[in-house]
T-cell receptor, first 110, second 111 residues
C-alpha cells in the first residue's frame, strides 16, 4: 500500500462547480497534513495546512479524519485558474520528511 | 522576502560535465531540501539539511553531491550524470520541518 494515496485524475468540471479530492495515508503516526497545488512546469505551492479537524480558506475547505486516516479538499465555485494538479502531502514525523501523493489533476472548463 | 530562488532556470549538460545548481532563501529557515521531479510524478526527496548539517540522504547516487555553505545557501554539485537524471530539480526550505516552500526549480537536461 502506498504511504499517501489520492484519487486518480483527471477531474473535468465546469466553472462554478464544487469538486472534492480525497487522500488516504497509511502511517497512523502522521502528524501534519498539507495540500499543495502545482501548475504545469512550475513548482508546488502550499495551498493549505491541515492541522486539526480541518480548516477553511475562502472557497477551499480541507478536512482531516484521523480515525479513518483520510484527508479531503473541497473547492467551491471553481474558477478556470483552479486548473492544476493538487498534491496531498503528509509529514510522518520522521525528521522533516514530507511524503507526497501522486497528485490529482483538475481541469476547470467554461 | 518570502521566496526561494534557484539558478540556473535551465541547464543542459553532457555526461562528462561538472555543473552546480544553486538555491538561496532569506526567510531564516533552518531546513533546506533538494527534490527531483520527473514529468507527471510527484517530487522525490533527495537530501535534507537541518541547521546546515546533512540529516537525510535518500540513497542518492554519489554523482549528486549536496553542499550547504551557510544557512541561506544550498548547492547541488553534479558530475558524470546520466540521461535518466534529466528532470526538474526543486529546492525547498522550511522553518519548522513542516510547511515547505519551493523554489521555481532548475530544469536539467543531460545529453
Amino acid at each position: 500500500r502506498k504511504e499517501v494515496e489520492q484519487d486518480p485524475g483527471p477531474f473535468n468540471v465546469p466553472e462554478g462547480a464544487t469538486v472534492a479530492f480525497n487522500c488516504t495515508y497509511s502511517n497512523s503516526a502522521s502528524q501534519s497534513f498539507f495540500w499543495y497545488r502545482q501548475d504545469c512546469r512550475k513548482e508546488p505551492k502550499l495551498l493549505m495546512s491541515v492541522y486539526s479537524s480541518g480548516n477553511e480558506d475562502g472557497r477551499f475547505t480541507a478536512q482531516l479524519n484521523r480515525a479513518s486516516q483520510y484527508i479531503s479538499l473541497l473547492i467551491r465555485d471553481s474558477k478556470l485558474s483552479d486548473s492544476a494538479t493538487y498534491l496531498c502531502v503528509v509529514n510522518t514525523g520522521t525528521a522533516s520528511k514530507l511524503t507526497f501523493g501522486t497528485g490529482t489533476r483538475l481541469q476547470v472548463t467554461l | 522576502d518570502t521566496e526561494v530562488t534557484q539558478t540556473p532556470k535551465h541547464l543542459v549538460m553532457g555526461m562528462t560535465n561538472k555543473k552546480s545548481l544553486k538555491c538561496e532563501q532569506h526567510m531564516g529557515h533552518r531546513a533546506m531540501y533538494w527534490y527531483k521531479q520527473k514529468a507527471k510524478k510527484p517530487p522525490e526527496l533527495m537530501f535534507v539539511y537541518s541547521y546546515e548539517k546533512l540529516s537525510i540522504n535518500e540513497s542518492v547516487p554519489s554523482r549528486f553531491s549536496p553542499e550547504c555553505p551557510n544557512s541561506s545557501l544550498l548547492n547541488l554539485h553534479l558530475h558524470a550524470l546520466q540521461p535518466e537524471d534529466s528532470a526538474l530539480y526543486l529546492c525547498a526550505s522550511s522553518r519548522s520541518g513542516n510547511e515547505q516552500f519551493f523554489g521555481p526549480g532548475t530544469r536539467l537536461t543531460v545529453l
